[in-house]
């Protein structure tokens, strides 16, 4: 059985290599976007069998496209849903709610394969028990619907001040306790994180999204472009005009600025 399909992923080579995957399948793709906002107006214009579904990207994430869909009733034309992410903590649970299926980056064809036949064989029982429901009346379409939005906001909670970070560290993916990290910097959106021993990227967006999986209790915004870690700070340095910069302990030991709003937190942190 031919399926149709979109793809939506913020990366170009991540949409470029399973386009490349799907070409030589059966499945046609009929429309690529680049965020949540455009997926929610994708499937709804073009209501396709599958859907590969970047979890993090601007605007709506993954989770946030499904639960948009879902409370804007278009529930009962959800396409298969077949998540793709760079992170195994997206994929803690394989989501084995109404077809749900995801995909580690980089793709691996055997995986799409697998998903792909999953996805159709989860086609093949929605159409028969569509048919069953239109006779007997079933609403248990309805609840499977009502599952998956539980399941949704389940894995929307907040994986507030879990023990490890992510990092990408060149081609790796490096889980690294947040005791360690002395500092994290934003530059042209780019997330970097910095330990005593490595630095590495983190793929939250903002640093506002970072603070959200840090123990605040340890974690200070002392610059609009710049988190750190209380308990790596080296040294204080008096600055011009009565403002200060932090030496850090890492290898560099980088100076960061403590921005003028931050100077009283700073004073009542180490009661200067």
């Not at 209501?47 to 879902?70: C, E, R, S």
Request: proline share 3%; glycine share 4%.
């Amino acid at each position: 059985m031919a399926m149709t399909a979109l793809i939506i992923d913020d990366e170009e080579l991540a949409r470029e290599e399973l386009k490349y995957l799907l070409d030589t399948t059966d499945v046609e793709v009929l429309a690529q976007g680049t965020n949540g906002i455009e997926a929610v107006d994708l499937i709804r214009t073009h209501q396709p069998d599958v859907v590969f579904l970047d979890v993090q990207m601007p605007g709506l994430d993954g989770f946030a496209v499904l639960k948009k869909l879902l409370e804007h009733g278009d529930g009962e034309h959800l396409p298969q849903i077949i998540f793709a992410t760079a992170f195994d903590q997206y994929a803690v649970k394989a989501f084995d709610v109404n077809a749900i299926d995801y995909l580690l980056k980089p793709f691996d064809k055997a995986r799409v394969l697998q998903a792909l036949e999953r996805a159709r064989q989860r086609l093949q029982e929605v159409h028969s028990h569509d048919d069953s429901a239109v006779k007997h009346g079933d609403l248990s379409g309805d609840i499977r619907i009502g599952a998956l939005l539980k399941l949704i906001e389940q894995q929307q909670q907040p994986q507030r001040h879990s023990g490890k970070i992510v990092l990408q560290a060149q081609s790796r993916l490096l889980l690294i306790d947040q005791k360690d990290i002395c500092f994290a910097s934003i530059d042209e959106g780019v997330i970097t994180v910095v330990t005593p021993t490595l630095e590495g990227q983190s793929k939250c967006r903002t640093l506002e999204e970072l603070l959200d999986l840090l123990d605040p209790s340890i974690f200070w915004r002392a610059h609009r472009s710049y988190v750190v870690n209380i308990n790596h700070i080296k040294e204080v340095v008096p600055w011009f005009k009565s403002s200060y910069q932090l030496r850090m302990d890492d290898k560099k030991q980088t100076e960061i600025p403590v921005s003028r709003a931050q100077t009283r937190r700073l004073r009542e942190l180490f009661k200067l």
